[in-house]
């Protein structure tokens, strides 16, 4: 299996930039569409942005849609989610998370059940 540490959230005031990264180990993260997810307190997980396994096809939610912008590089094990024009209610728990299943190089997935492994999140604050 494989195991995904998330890294590079911090504070920042609205309007700035960060980039988060979610390394794999275990096994080669080429192997899984790779997602992330947000939750702030008090709400439940919310889908952010997803990219296939060949890193050809990529989703985003609306809210961060133009703002967001998820990549992968394969032979670094890791994927980033590079974070412009933050807003506070961008102000979450960001949680990068591994689909398992063989499918087509080309799928994304974006809900929490899709996906088998997670990290442990990274604080994501975002002041006005």
């Known amino acids: 299996q494989v195991q995904l540490v998330e890294s590079g959230g911090g504070l920042v005031q609205a309007g700035e930039s960060l980039r988060l990264s979610c390394a794999a180990s275990g096994r080669t993260l080429s192997r899984y569409a790779t997602g992330w997810f947000r939750q702030a307190p008090g709400k439940e997980r919310e889908f952010v942005s997803a990219?296939?396994?060949?890193?050809?096809?990529?989703d985003y939610a609306d809210a961060v849609k133009g703002r967001f912008t998820i990549s992968r590089d394969n032979a670094k094990n890791t994927v980033y989610l590079q974070m412009n024009s933050l807003k506070p209610e961008d102000t979450a728990v960001y949680y990068c998370?591994?689909?398992?299943?063989?499918?087509?190089?080309?799928?994304?997935?974006?809900?929490?059940?899709?996906?088998?492994?997670w990290g442990q999140g990274t604080q994501v604050t975002v002041s006005s």
């Open positions: 990219v296939s396994r060949s890193g050809g096809n990529t």
């Open positions: 998370a591994a689909n398992r299943d063989a499918g087509l190089m080309s799928s994304v997935y974006i809900t929490p059940p899709e996906y088998d492994y």
